[in-house]
């Protein structure tokens, strides 16, 4: 089930729950696979950013997967992103053996010219093996690092396990016109083009040429729909469901571990997690922050009841 | 009229029309000046990042205050951030004796410990003297510095002429807390408190104690009575008209050069700019965009009628 | 023989030696611990930057470490940065548990307040356990991290555990002065403070109260020589034979990839090394620098028949 | 007398004299222009970030450039990065009306990919005008901009009036040899390279293919008979006169600054300037370090008296 370019719809980013001591919560991680796999979901992405992945260690990086692999039945692709490409050979290696579709991976802060950034990725693909599908992460926002569509070309035409992209650059409408225009033009193949950000820019990603989302959100049921109307053509349709969940969308957005605090803290709501910890450096999200969270919910619950939630 | 920390409402930040070949057009900057006149804001900020500053040389910042100075009854602050002190104080003298109420002053981005931060402040309110009252521009998603709330304190308690913070910080809404918090246990003298990001998150800054916004956004109608519902304690209005602009407002907030090019063209089809020409470096908003945009406006228009522009 | 703020003398940070084909070559290892041992050294620093520690997966770094303690009589420091205080934690445990006197932290490269450091520095020293002595790498060059010296009184302060600054921030002479002012105020305990930078101000640093060198340079002969006639108060002596390595020492002090190489090279001609391979992201010395290496040694080995090393 | 190419030689970056309560000495920027014209230089670059250019005012930069340009009878070079083109522009017109023979043109430290590095050049050669010549000034070590060789390639031939490279890159000799190898098989036409860095590997740029220096070094002379020396092919002599500065050298190679604080002290014993006042941001040069320039340029006295100055 290896992870082709062929793949469309959407594939969560997925938190990963703790203990309040600090123990990752296999109870609450089986419950989130069996969320997922509930929600109508495509595929779903571990150990990302979002997942804490840097703040776990080798051995905890591997229990997880091993645990969510094991228990679903669409494609999981793996975060390896590393200090290092002996590190991410590591993982990547043995999440594969485990029954992972693909890994995700990408750039250290510190790459600045073009060509630093396609010889990592080539470097990276070597290290990997060619035989591991992998995802660019394309995140300048978090990354500090800037690719050009000319780059990304360069990382998929030299890298043929290069099988997708994360796109979540800011602006990045017109991004995903030059890649599908280098498709058409035929100086690029094709891979998938999924989309992040949170989805705050999905609704135009998808008429643009995306392929789906690839992101963390609290309600990935939103993300199918919009992804789903918005391939059947539904513009409308898909504007208003978008819409509806906006407020609340853009609310999760703060960057950083307050985003993650805001979406752990509805997984608990909606019963998913056990807990809402995060790892040191951990946000809490306060009191006044909670009551806006419920707010937004309770707005868009008028719209779509899927949002409401229990107190 | 010099500004003072009593200041609240909704102070816009404008951008600089130009003509097609680079030159300020003057005919839309007067035009800009009476649109906003009219729109019931507060005061209005000119020469900041949106408004293109650095891309003016002095005599053609001097010029701009100089008209907009003279032909608008509400305070006009003035962004002065600059290279050096020399630059900036040049300026601010200028502006000051042209009428304008203060100057905003975003620190440069090379700064990185607290106590880099507060010196630079302190140069800085050394330079344009002591009897101009400043902004702090707090963006530390375009500037890279951080300023905790402490520091903010530091450089509230050492610079009388500190007047009012433009907050734009993200995420931010503990922030003002904190700072509110910071008056109300006797730590900090009050300040204003205006929010920016574009209006991103202005339905619960204002809730958290910000006394307005200070932020470009394309229909600054919006802001005011956001501003209005919110301090009338009219919460769900506040949130319904807020929401309906959102969508849109997100889009404008697409960072650098292509945010302004949106907001232009937005300028450009309500009759006040015109032309959407930006200097070198520009982006333009490709016909995608544009159509994008008038889709937006279309919806918003079904709520607020005020965002029903000819094509 | 765990590490204490009395530590003097000259702890060199070890390069890792590599077989061309990537794996880690333990003869060479073998050899430059006894070379080490055989140089007059007070402690040796593994898993640094310097030595490629994050091109290195955990089991090779446990396994280095194991092989280099249980072969050196002195202290041996362990470099235990990490992406999170997960792995670090694992990495320390694991080390100590083999017989290391301590390990060494740096920042990541995305902390920017006074606040943000030492509250890293907390988690650090939480994570690892009291009983690990750690020494702070500060390092602003490399990880764009800035420490005042108050900040770094701050660290002290917290934590038992801190024993020793690798002072590298440049410029730093007047940092060890104020350093060494808040041991005599009394405002700050005492700690070690070893310099790195590459040995390129050892000779003032020595005179400004540092306790000595903790750096990688391809001669630790000439440190331990510097070291101590400094702290006997030979002052021309010291300078003397340090300004006769000076111009290769700069040399050396080419910034990432190509220092290290010249560094390497210069192992592999004194017989330590059997390669001057490098992971990757590798850089190479080319023809042309290995001839300005040779000419600057022979420049040396007229004053130091140390630097006489067989072409 | 407008650059070209065919420059060579010695060309130093000048600090700017100012008075202790911040105003321009125009007394020792005479002396200093006079002092210079007796060194044997072959040219002067004013106004670059040494000369601490970005705290002047427009017209106090305009006036400086008037009274040294006329009082020089060699090229006199203009530093003009702005943080925009039209006061580049500015900037840049007014002194080639005074007779400046070129400007030199740094990027500003948020241009990340090499289209945008070469946006930037393409711009701001239009800016100026194509009658203006350039120099691409590239110090990622202070501009966080890497240029690559092909870069640089790429603006050299986009743009007719760039004629000279300010290399600062670090490390460096091997970008020297490959321009130089572009220039020799045709692929890039020749430009001037001058070496910056404080001279801190002048001897082997030199040996590398560089026309000489264009940086800030107290005694210019000295870089004056190293250039000499090694255009003529006595290897070792230049190499000891490089030497016996080199301790001094790197003492001044202090980023930032305190680095122009050790140049302008020594200026000041010197009898060049009569202060070694800074406009703020500014550093000291402590007691402790005046003794430590004093001690060193007593060392270098020994083999080259002009160093020999009184304390």
Redesign the interface.
């Known amino acids: 089930m290896a992870l082709t370019s062929a793949i469309k719809g959407v594939i969560p980013i997925a938190p990963t729950p703790f203990h309040p001591d600090g123990r990752v919560d296999e109870i609450s991680l089986d419950r989130m696979s069996d969320f997922f796999s509930g929600a109508g979901i495509d595929g779903l992405t571990i150990l990302g950013q979002l997942g804490?992945a840097?703040?776990?260690?080798?051995?905890?990086a591997v229990a997880i997967a091993r645990r969510v692999v094991g228990r679903m039945s669409v494609p999981v692709l793996v975060g390896v992103s590393?200090?290092?490409?002996?590190?991410m050979?590591?993982l990547a290696r043995e999440v594969m053996d485990l029954g992972a579709a693909g890994v995700m991976i990408g750039p250290p802060?510190?790459l600045?010219?073009?060509?630093?950034v396609v010889?990592?990725y080539r470097?990276a693909a070597e290290?990997i093996g060619p035989d591991v599908p992998f995802v660019i992460q394309d995140y300048p926002l978090t990354f500090s690092?800037?690719?050009?569509p000319?780059?990304i070309r360069r990382i998929v035409t030299e890298n043929p396990s290069c099988v997708m992209l994360k796109h979540e650059d800011?602006?990045g409408?017109?991004k995903i016109?030059t890649l599908r225009g280098f498709e058409a033009d035929g100086s690029m193949r094709h891979i998938a083009i999924l989309t992040g950000n949170g989805g705050?820019?999905l609704?135009?990603e998808m008429?643009?040429g995306a392929d789906g989302a690839n992101t963390g959100y609290a309600f990935p049921e939103m993300l199918v729909d919009v992804v789903r109307l918005s391939r059947a053509g539904e513009r409308d349709a898909a504007?208003d469901l978008?819409?509806a969940h906006?407020?609340y969308l853009?609310?999760e957005q703060?960057?950083?571990p307050?985003?993650l605090a805001v979406r752990k803290y509805v997984f608990q709501k909606r019963g998913i997690f056990a807990s809402d910890a995060q790892?040191?450096?951990a946000a809490n999200l306060?009191a006044?922050?909670k009551a806006?969270v419920d707010y937004l919910l309770s707005?868009i619950a008028r719209v779509d009841p899927r949002a409401r939630v229990a107190p």
């Open positions: 804490e840097p703040k776990l260690d080798h051995a905890e590393a200090p290092g490409f002996a590190a050979r590591a802060n510190t600045r010219t073009d060509d630093q010889a990592y470097n290290a690092v800037v690719m050009t000319a780059v800011w602006p409408l017109d016109t705050l820019f609704d135009f008429e643009r504007h978008f819409d906006l407020p853009r609310y703060q960057q950083g307050l985003g790892r040191k450096p306060s006044q922050g806006e707005r």
